[in-house]
């Protein structure tokens, strides 16, 4: 009998331990909270709230050992993804916090271990009567006669469901890594001329990709006559918006699959359906065929290619800045500054592009007059030029690097005389741009919490950590086989309690 126990402990431990609330039998299914009820998130696996038809869960989400957002998730998907998420730049404590729907002022109130609020809809005064999680994934506290006063629509993460619309005070924003709730840099909103864009907004620079930023909005079937701001997808699978974006999933017309529209953290919009089956998910329409289009993704100075697969590389004489992250771009091997007056000379990198960050724009110019042009600008640190035009793109910064696919033009990268031979236009130090952030949110020690304190999270623990999780995790699921097949199936911790 003592065995049974602890190997219950060690199945609820297992469970507690995954990355994603774990559904068991004793799931509480209730889809409303009265005045005065509350989730408290040692319950997280079993006490959520399922919408009518179960297509949607509320309730406490993992992302961390110790670190708990309050999330809708998508109930029938296989990782249980969110779809919204409450807190997701400030995780509360898994032990202690809880969400309360207020008896005393009517709002919800997400509190962590130590009574500080995180988070709260601010319908304190109102009439709220009761938090219900509806068939649309639509999350809302309305009043006695059914009037919303709040609702999650309002507030979008990274994902918009069917019939939640994108409007002037709404944006999308990337989480910051696959699998972590925080926010990263990539946003798709309506921009001031009235047009749905996607942008990289960096601590460094930002700038616009899509839709295509060569262009005019009319070239790119868009209007800027629309104030109204508003877009969204039906259940059909069509997007339609007032700047005249529209797009179609692949599956369009029928209406009994799950959709969601979601601006992934590296950068791309993608509409994919759920598979009733096996609950993945597949892409059935993307904003950026070539994920290399996308700004940012490979940091200052990186260069972005399909070697076939995507990766971001530094070119000759660069260095990663942080081999574990290439959205951190490169920097030089050998330090210089190219404005403090030192002699130098063009390293030709032929076919590249440096996308943007051009302090001039000049069409017809000989190649010697545009380098003339960096040359003496002290701020210049490479040109792009263009043969037979003679477009000439001195440029301030080099982001957005892309290697030769249809030769375009060539960049001319500056470089001091000492550091001879420089060969930029090979690409050295590749890295996969895509398995790079694709660390997962693995549960970590529990100390991991403490250095999360407020919004950021200090990578140099969270990854001490992780090897330690590992071991502990596969010991776990070691003991969890032995238990599962030796016992009778699916206790929980609920059941021990009985
Ligand atoms: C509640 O109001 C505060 C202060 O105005 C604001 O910062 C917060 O974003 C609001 N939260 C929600 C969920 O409305
Ligand atoms: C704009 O629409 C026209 C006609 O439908 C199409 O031929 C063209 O490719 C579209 N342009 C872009 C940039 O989507
Ligand atoms: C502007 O867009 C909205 C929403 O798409 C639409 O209902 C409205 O008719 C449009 N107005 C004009 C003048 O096209
Ligand atoms: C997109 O789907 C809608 C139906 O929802 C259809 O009316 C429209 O013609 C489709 N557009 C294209 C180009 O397939
Ligand atoms: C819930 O999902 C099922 C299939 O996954 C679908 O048939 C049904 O229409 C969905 N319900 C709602 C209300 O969207
Ligand atoms: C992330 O998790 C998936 C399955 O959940 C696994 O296949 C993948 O290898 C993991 N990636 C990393 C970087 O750990």
Known sequence: MRVHTILTSAIFLLLASLPSPARSASVVRRSTLCRGDSIAVEDASGDVLVSPSGNFSCGFYKVATNAYTLAVWFARSADATVAWTANRDAPVNGKGSRAVFRRTDGSLVLQDFDGHVSWMTNTSGTPADRVMLLDTGNLVVSDAGGSILWQSFDWPTDTLLPYQPITRYKRLVSASAKGLPYSGYYNFYFDSNNILNL????????????????????????????????????????????????????????????????????????????????????????????????????????????LPELACSCPEGF???????????????????????????????????????????????????????????????????????????????LWNGRAPDIVKQNIFLKVPTRIKG???????????????????????????????????????????????????EAIFIAVGYLFVFRADPAPSGRDEEG
């Not at 868009?222 to 104030?227: F, I, K, M, P």
């Not at 500054?337 to 110019?365: K, Q």
């Not at 999360?452 to 992780?466: D, E, H, Q």
Request: glycine residues 8%; charged residues 20%; hydrophobic residues 35%.
């Open 422 to 472: 420089l060969k930029p236009a090979v690409l050295e130090f590749h890295g996969h741009a895509c398995t790079v952030h694709e660390r997962n949110a693995t549960s970590v020690g529990s100390s991991y919490f403490e250095h999360v304190r407020g919004n950021k999270i200090n990578f140099v623990y969270f990854y001490s950590f992780l090897a330690a999780a590992f071991v502990v």
């Open 199 to 306: 942008i990289y907004d960096g601590p460094e620079v930002s700038s616009n990709y899509w839709p295509d930023p060569f262009k005019q909005w009319w070239q790119n079937n868009r209007t800027a006559y629309n104030s109204s701001r508003y877009g969204s997808l039906d259940r059909y699978g069509a997007f339609t918006a007032s700047d005249h974006t529209w797009f179609n999933a692949s599956d369009v017309g029928d209406a009994g699959v799950m959709r969601r529209l979601t601006l992934d953290y590296d950068g791309n919009l993608r509409l994919y359906s759920l598979d009733d089956v096996d609950g993945t998910w597949h892409a059935t329409w993307v904003a950026l065929p070539r994920q290399c289009d996308v700004h940012g993704i490979c940091g200052p100075y990186g260069v972005c290619s399909y």
């Open 319 to 397: 260095v990663p800045s942080d081999a574990s992250d290439w959205s951190k771009g490169c920097r030089r091997r050998e330090f210089y500054d190219v404005r403090c007056g030192e002699p130098v000379y063009f390293a030709e990198m032929p076919g590249f592009d440096f996308w943007g960050f051009d302090f001039n724009y000049t069409p017809g110019l000989t190649m010697e007059t545009c380098r003339k042009i960096c040359l003496d600008d002290r701020d210049c640190q490479a040109f792009g030029y263009r043969m037979g035009t003679g477009e000439c793109y001195p440029k301030i910064t």
